[in-house]
Nanobody, 125 residues
Framework: QVQLVESGGGLVQAGGSLRLSCAAS????????MGWIRQAPGKEREFVAA????????LYADSVKGRFTISRDNAKSTVYLQMNSLKPEDTAVYYC??????????????????WGQGTQVTVSS
C-alpha cells in the first residue's frame, strides 16, 4: 500500500510560482510512474504532467508546457511539480497519482494505483 500526500499549494498572484510536493509512504516509488492531475471547480479532471519511474521521460499537457516542470527524487520517495508563470486558469486542486503502467495523458482515477488527497492552488489575477 502506498500513501501519497501532496503539499505546497496556496494562494499566489498571476505570474508567480509554487512548488508542489508529493511524498509517498508505505512503499518506495521507484517502481511507479507518477502523474499530476488537477481539477478546477465545475470542470473535469485534467492531466497536467507525468514522469516515468526512473525519471527518463517526461510528459506535459499543452496548457502547462514551458511553465511547469515535473521531477522526482526516488531516494526521498517524493515527486515535485514546479509551477512558474502561473495563470488564473491554473486554479484547481492538484493531485498526484502513482501507477505501474504508463498512462499517456490520463486523468482517469481508475487508471492509477494510488491517488493523493490533493492540494489547493489558487491564482489571483
Amino acid at each position: 500500500q502506498v500513501q501519497l500526500v501532496e503539499s505546497g499549494g496556496g494562494l499566489v498572484q498571476a505570474g508567480g510560482s509554487l512548488r508542489l510536493s508529493c511524498a509517498a509512504s508505505g512503499r518506495t516509488l521507484v517502481n511507479y510512474h507518477m502523474g499530476w492531475i488537477r481539477q478546477a471547480p465545475g470542470k473535469e479532471r485534467e492531466f497536467v504532467a507525468a514522469i516515468r519511474s526512473r525519471g527518463a521521460y517526461l510528459l506535459y499537457a499543452d496548457s502547462v508546457k514551458g511553465r511547469f516542470t515535473i521531477s522526482r527524487d526516488n531516494a526521498k520517495s517524493t515527486v515535485y511539480l514546479q509551477m512558474n508563470s502561473l495563470k488564473p486558469e491554473d486554479t484547481a486542486v492538484y493531485y498526484c497519482a502513482a501507477t505501474q503502467i504508463w498512462r499517456y495523458y490520463s486523468s482517469n482515477r481508475n487508471e492509477y494505483d494510488y491517488w493523493g488527497q490533493g492540494t489547493q492552488v489558487t491564482v489571483s489575477s
